[in-house]
């Protein structure tokens, strides 16, 4: 069992970057895929990207590929997510997720931090 905790959000303007940590407790992390999703609001949560167990598969939503890398370090139990030339519409609250596979739904989820872009 896994539980993560976000933290790196905030407000900047766009065209800027960030970079989301998920720490998540447990001696299991490295037994987990991690995600990240999104929900903005008057949205459902929307799946932004997965990263397996090692780190060397990702996968990326289309609207963010190429913008936001997903990383991980299982020694720090941390997974990343850094996002650059951000948009008024990445503007939501992102989720941190520990799933068994990058397929499989998520288990555990953090409480999320707010990201927030503006124009």
């Known amino acids: 069992q896994v539980q993560p905790v976000e933290s790196g959000g905030d407000l900047v303007q766009a065209g800027g970057s960030l970079r989301l940590s998920c720490a998540a407790s447990?001696?299991?992390?490295?037994?987990?895929?991690m995600s990240w999703f999104r929900q903005a609001p008057g949205k459902e949560r929307e799946f932004v990207a997965t990263?397996?167990?090692?780190?060397?598969?990702?996968y990326y939503a289309d609207s963010v590929k190429g913008r936001f890398t997903i990383s991980r370090d299982n020694a720090k139990n941390t997974v990343y997510l850094e996002m650059n030339n951000l948009k008024p519409e990445d503007t939501a609250v992102y989720y941190c997720?520990?799933?068994?596979?990058?397929?499989?739904?998520?288990?555990?989820w953090g409480r999320g931090t707010q990201v927030t872009v503006s124009s």
């Open positions: 997720a520990a799933r068994l596979s990058s397929e499989s739904e998520p288990l555990y």
């Open positions: 447990g001696r299991t992390f490295s037994l987990y895929a």
């Open positions: 990263i397996n167990r090692s780190g060397v598969f990702k």
